[in-house]
């Protein structure tokens, strides 16, 4: 199937806009507070754990 | 887990013991997923350096299969689709859940 | 406190509520904000929409939705101890926009008759990945792609094109998604360059 339902397409794209603002752009180091649950930075750790351990 | 673990927990869902549950599972499997990502692609590696023998491609194979179908049980099991362990989204596939009409 | 917006490449850019501050040649794009903003769809969007107009006029580096100082004498030591590595990326991504795609293989889930099966299947699904991520990344300047796992083997990549060729991506795009059943594609842009920004995720 090669077409995407606009339900998916739309969530795709949102995705992709929730990707970069949260996860992309210049950094200002120690300025950033966001309210996210204790649990999604645990989640967010352990990607970056996997990020550093998948390139060995 | 810091003492406030389970706080946050409750923070996050509403005090129902079975979402808290949902909550703590989400967590684990979400663990236990991104070591099967992590597995596979290391086996996948292995493979295309040719470092493997046919009988440990065959067993790493097996074990990955069981893993994943494991996984598929587990995540249905508590009630989680495969989205609430979307790694690609990291922390962030929360906010998709808020979906405007 | 101040809520950052951008650092764009001359001045000019900023219109009420939105304000600029210069050192040399860069120039951040900011507003004055008692707290931060609650990271929602709609906050998410309104952002993109900011950096969207400030793009339509100059180069623009996006900052992190979330991003503070303390105040404008913040605001200016911040520029001038990063201004050289602003002024290299503003370069970089100068007369450029950013197309993401986002791919996944269809899963299947029809069980391996056995583990070797099972695993060349999946090395098959990330072979091709790369080879559509290839056929993008013809068209771009710099790219970055990162294979994904989940739901089924995919990759989300990043694409520094020109601005004049993106008519040209999108078409490359859709002839690369109709002859390739198998994955299931996403094209959105052009964005501000989130991906080219700092030095590390350009690399």
Request: hydrophobic residues 45%.
């Amino acid at each position: 199937m090669t077409v995407l339902d606009p339900a998916a397409s739309r969530e795709l794209t949102l995705v992709e806009l929730v990707d970069r603002l949260l996860g992309k752009g210049v950094v200002i180091a120690g300025d950033i507070t966001l309210a996210i649950a204790d649990i999604d930075l645990v989640r967010v750790e352990l990607r970056a754990l996997v990020a550093s351990v998948d390139s060995l | 887990m810091t003492a406030t673990f389970p706080d946050v927990l409750s923070r996050r869902v509403n005090a129902d013991p079975e979402d808290v549950e949902r909550g703590l599972a989400q967590l684990v499997l979400t663990v236990v997923e991104l070591l099967r990502q992590l597995m596979e692609r290391q086996a996948l590696r292995r493979i295309e350096g040719g470092t493997l023998t046919d009988e440990e491609i065959e067993r790493l194979g097996v074990g990955l299969m069981r893993l994943e179908e494991r996984m598929q049980d587990l995540t249905a099991e508590f009630g989680l689709k495969d989205a609430d362990l979307n790694l690609n989204l990291g922390p962030l596939g929360n906010l998709l859940d808020e979906k405007e009409g | 406190m101040i809520y950052l917006y951008a650092i764009v490449d001359g001045p000019g850019a900023a219109r009420p509520p939105l304000r600029e501050l210069a050192y040399g040649d860069v120039v951040a794009v900011y507003r004055e904000m008692a707290s931060v903003p609650d990271a929602t769809v709609e906050s998410l969007r309104h952002q993109e929409g900011v950096l969207e107009r400030l793009m339509d006029q100059h180069e623009v580096l996006p900052l992190r939705f979330g991003s503070t100082v303390a105040d404008e004498d913040e605001l200016l030591h911040l520029l001038a101890t990063r201004h050289d590595e602003f002024a290299v990326s503003l370069a970089r991504v100068r007369g450029r926009v950013e197309m993401g795609v986002r791919a996944n293989a269809h899963n299947g889930r029809r069980a391996a008759p056995t583990g070797r099966e099972y695993l060349a299947r999946k090395l098959e699904r990330k072979r091709v990945a790369a080879a559509v991520h290839a056929e993008l990344a013809e068209l771009a300047h710099v790219s970055s792609m990162q294979v994904t796992s989940d739901p089924g083997p995919g990759f989300a990549a990043s694409y520094l094109v020109d601005r004049d060729r993106v008519a040209d991506f999108r078409r490359r795009f859709d002839s690369v998604r109709g002859s390739r059943s198998d994955f299931e594609m996403v094209c959105t842009g052009p964005w501000p360059p989130f991906s080219f920004a700092t030095a590390e995720e350009a690399s």
